[in-house]
T-cell receptor, first 111, second 115 residues
Framework: RKEVEQDPGPFNVPEGATVAFNCTYS??????FFWYRQDCRKEPKLLMS???SGNEDGRFTAQLNRASQYISLLIRDSKLSDSATYLC????????????FGKGTSLLVTP | EAGVVQSPRYKIIEKKQPVAFWCNPI?????LYWYLQNLGQGPELLIR????????DSQLPKDRFSAERLKGVDSTLKIQPAELGDSAVYLC?????????????FGPGTRLTVL
């Protein structure tokens, strides 16, 4: 069983649309959560951390539901430059700080 | 500020040949990670260093993979001998500390093709 599961992609949306990505994780002892962004043939880069209270950064909103072991990312007013793969990342935290990545969800924003 | 540096960026070798990848982390970052990323997958941890100590190498296939970080700064990952299934992108990352909320910064990766 994959430990971090993400929505299968790709998501193709028009500019200006709102799109949501979901992610579930299997380890109830997980301690920290992130969304990373990876452009085609580039390295992953941190988009935002995800906190229990939820957090927002401009057009991006991340939510965490520990009871359901569920993380979400909402992108409002999509831009062409948002086209990328979005990786859900979970840190178990019990034996170190390695990140556990989902497969990623591909987003393509079209004109 | 310079980011994580990796070399080479691309490497093509024949199976059974050895190959080595080099990584220089961001200055002052004590924690260094090597990840493997297959096409369509997320990165998977191979080994994590805190300074010169390998503190998590449970996912490193030790029969053919080895790594070192002798002076606690740059690091080398080696495969000997390489197999067809080793074709992937090898990513190096570093972080300032070991806490769970420390951001990991990734290098551009080395894209390995084994023929």
């Amino acid at each position: 069983r994959k430990e971090v599961e993400q929505d299968p992609g790709p998501f193709n949306v028009p500019e200006g649309a709102t799109v949501a990505f979901n992610c579930t994780y299997s380890n109830s002892a997980s301690q920290s959560f992130f969304w990373y962004r990876q452009d085609c043939r580039k390295e992953p880069k941190l988009l935002m951390s995800v906190y229990s209270s939820g957090n927002e950064d401009g057009r991006f909103t991340a939510q965490l539901n520990r009871a359901s072991q569920y993380i979400s990312l909402l992108i409002r007013d999509s831009k062409l430059s948002d086209s990328a793969t979005y990786l859900c990342v979970v840190n178990w935290g019990n034996s170190g700080y390695a990140l556990n990545f989902g497969k990623g969800t591909s987003l393509l924003v079209t004109p | 500020e310079a980011g994580v540096v990796q070399s080479p960026r691309y490497k093509i070798i024949e199976k059974k040949q050895p190959v080595a990848f080099w990584c220089n982390p961001i200055s002052g970052h004590n924690t260094l990670y090597w990840y493997l990323q297959n096409l369509g997958q997320g990165p998977e941890l191979l080994i994590r260093y805190e300074n010169e100590e390998a503190v998590d190498d449970s996912q490193l296939p030790k029969d053919r993979f080895s790594a070192e970080r002798l002076k606690g700064v740059d690091s080398t990952l080696k495969i000997q001998p390489a197999e067809l299934g080793d074709s992937a992108v090898y990513l190096c990352a570093s972080s300032l500390g070991t806490g769970g909320y420390n951001e990991q910064f990734f290098g551009p990766g080395t894209r390995l093709t084994v023929l």
